[in-house]
């Protein structure tokens, strides 16, 4: 059982949350990649992003490096093509595994004729 006790709220500065905003607003970035990138949870920044909309989270953003965006986008590319090949090397691992059990369960002609053994 997990251990009660008081849970660590981290406080985060406004200029930090508005650099969140912006990154999460740049095309091709999404908000659950730059949540990852900040070690914060999507949900958090949906609300900063909320907040911005609504007029209660004001001030000057300082444009992050558009390095920074470009990595994320970089990231994004990257997470996708390891999914697609881990999809891949499970596919293959099971046709190596169905051809493996067809081949130990099948038998050659060869072996059932009876000529294994025979002495003249």
Not at 83 to 96: F, S, T, V
Request: a positive charge.
């Amino acid at each position: 059982m997990a251990k009660a006790g008081p849970r660590k709220i981290n406080r985060y500065g406004v200029d930090f949350k508005l650099q969140a905003v912006w990154m999460s607003e740049q095309p091709g970035v999404l908000i659950k990649d730059v949540a990852e990138s900040l070690c914060i949870h999507p949900f958090m920044l949906s609300k900063w992003r909320k907040e911005v909309r609504d007029g209660v989270l004001v001030g000057e953003v300082v444009p992050v490096k558009s390095v920074a965006v470009a990595e994320l986008q970089r990231l994004r590319e990257v997470e996708l093509k390891y999914r697609q090949l881990q999809m891949e090397h499970d596919l293959l691992k099971k046709a190596i595994r169905f051809a493996s059990e067809r081949k130990a369960t099948s038998s050659p002609s060869s072996r059932q004729t009876g000529t294994r053994g025979r002495s003249r």
